[in-house]
Each structure stands twice: as structure tokens, then as C-alpha cells.
């Protein structure tokens, strides 16, 4: 079993087996505050805080028995004591936590994490029933410039969904442009349907140009930079060379949505298309705005 599963487990277990769906969200939060490598990440979603990997994780043990949902509750079902599975920081924090704010409501959970992490409310659709005007004051001061025309390019090696969708918020980015010619991930989020829902769930449009990626049989034997440099002479002399129609469609949604982001796999950004993409978008007469490696 994942090690991060086992830290959801702890807490229901500590929370008397029992937790209301979001106030076990706020206390997992809480709880990542207390860990320097995080078993999850989290973004600001429509009640605060939201760990899509921590929700995908609960309805898989659903399968394992471990838990069973309800509608408004998790409740941890198997008789295992993961609490003494953790590593002892890891336990001595779960039980700070519940000691700490088990005893809140739903509620009090959402209003406490707002006030002391504004970032994470400011796609709230309740933050303007519970909270002070001061307050959304400063909730206000953590949304992002989109005020200026920028295309980004983004990979999403190495992240979490929650990390990648964080970079994505804090630039102020308001479309997705998914350049992989099939976008199909063994990693958790970043297939296609699941990247789409999950970037509409923070606000963020995504959309999929199949026409500018690679085929995965010419990204076969890549061992070298110089193997990537020949992949991508061929891609800019064959691919792009075509690909005008294409990139007009992705210039014209820059011109709307004002700040796009193209994404692909690859954290290097030596080793992506989607440089050559961007730097061939960045060339057209009618480009006037930055490009930025995210």
C-alpha cells in the first residue's frame, strides 16, 4: 500500500473512524502543513483547500474495503491500526491535529483555513457568506496579475496534479493548450479527461491540438541531447512546417484568453516540442507578447 494512504487511514482512525468529506480535506491540509515532504498537495478549489490525489486515493480503497463513502462522510472500515504504520513524526502530527481541531465543525475547519491560508479560497463559492470584509481583502491579494499577454509552456514530469494546477493558478494562466499527440498518462491526473476536469474544477480551460505533438514511435531510443536535437529538426522541418492552421488557432486563443499555457511531459524544457512549438507561435507577425518557461 502507498505510504500516503496509510496517513489517510491514521486520521480517520484517529477521528473515531469517521470523518464529514470536507472536514477530512481541512484536516489532511493541516496536517501537509506539518510535514516537510508532503504526502499531498493541495489547490484552491470551490469549498478551500482540495487534494484531488487524496479523493482519487479514498475511492480506490474503496475497492480494498479499507473505507466506505456516504454522502457527506469516509468512514474507515477494516480493524488495521495504521496509526502505528506511520513513521512516528507522521503519528505524533495526526494526533496533534485531531487533538488540535478534531473537534471543530465542518464550518469552523473552512473558516480557520481561509483565514490562515487565504491562497487556497480564492475560487471559494462561500468565502463572501463567512468571512469578514478585511478578510476577502486578503484573499483578494492572492489572486494573480491576468492582466497581460503571456504564453507559458508547462511539463508536468515530477509533479503532482496539485503542484502542476498551483503553477498553472499562481501565473494567472486561463487556458490549458495540451500539445501531446496522445495524452494518456500512466500518472494519477494527466490523461486527458481527468486533466480536463480537473483544470475546469480551478477554473482553467483546457483544450487538446493532437496535430502539433510527436507520434510516441519517433520518441523511441532518446538517450542523448543530441538524439532530442535530431527529434526535433525532423518535428520543426515535417510537423511545424504544416502546422500553420494550428498554430494560428493557438495564437487566436492567446488573443482571447490573454494567458495560455502549452503543456507537454518533460520537466526539460531542452527536451520537449513544446519549446519549438511556443518559439515557432513567438516568430508570427501577429506575436507581441513574453513567452515563459514555467
Not at 5 to 30: E, M, P, V, W, Y
Not at 35 to 64: I, R, W
Not at 137 to 155: H, M, V, W
Not at 268 to 279: F, S, T, V
Amino acid at each position: 500500500m502507498y505510504y500516503r494512504r496509510k496517513i489517510l487511514l491514521s486520521l480517520l482512525q484517529a477521528s473515531g473512524n469517521k470523518l464529514d468529506k470536507i472536514s477530512l480535506q481541512k484536516l489532511l491540509f493541516l496536517f501537509s502543513r506539518q510535514q516537510e515532504v508532503k504526502s499531498y498537495h493541495f489547490v484552491p478549489y470551490k469549498f478551500g483547500c482540495f487534494s484531488f490525489q487524496a479523493n482519487a486515493d479514498l475511492h480506490t480503497m474503496t475497492k480494498y474495503k479499507q473505507v466506505v463513502p456516504s454522502l457527506k462522510y469516509w468512514k474507515k472500515t477494516d480493524e488495521i491500526n495504521y496509526l502505528d504504520e506511520l513513521k512516528p513524526k507522521d503519528k505524533r502530527a495526526i494526533q496533534f491535529i485531531v487533538k488540535e481541531y478534531g473537534s471543530l465543525t465542518k464550518d469552523e475547519l473552512i473558516t480557520l483555513t481561509y483565514r490562515q491560508y487565504p491562497f487556497y479560497a480564492i475560487n471559494s463559492q462561500i468565502a463572501n457568506s463567512i468571512l469578514t470584509t478585511d478578510e476577502i481583502k486578503k484573499i483578494e491579494k492572492q489572486r494573480p496579475d491576468k492582466s497581460t499577454e503571456t504564453l507559458f509552456t508547462i511539463g508536468y514530469e515530477g509533479l503532482s496534479l496539485e503542484q502542476y494546477l498551483n503553477k498553472l493558478i499562481i501565473n494567472g494562466v486561463t487556458l490549458l493548450c495540451d500539445v501531446r499527440k496522445n495524452p494518456l498518462s500512466m500518472k494519477y491526473g494527466f490523461s486527458k479527461n481527468q486533466l480536463k476536469n480537473a483544470c475546469e474544477g480551478v477554473g482553467i480551460t483546457y483544450i487538446h491540438i493532437p496535430e502539433v505533438g510527436i507520434e510516441s514511435d519517433k520518441r523511441q531510443q532518446l538517450n542523448t541531447q543530441s538524439d532530442y536535437d535530431q527529434l526535433f529538426t525532423n518535428y520543426k522541418s515535417q510537423t511545424l512546417k504544416n502546422a500553420d492552421i494550428h498554430k494560428k488557432e493557438i495564437l487566436n486563443l492567446l488573443k482571447t484568453k490573454k494567458r495560455i499555457a502549452l503543456t507537454c511531459f518533460e520537466a526539460n524544457i531542452h527536451q520537449c516540442h513544446r519549446k519549438h512549438l511556443a518559439e515557432s507561435i513567438a516568430k508570427m507577425q501577429e506575436y507581441t507578447c513574453e513567452l515563459k518557461h514555467i
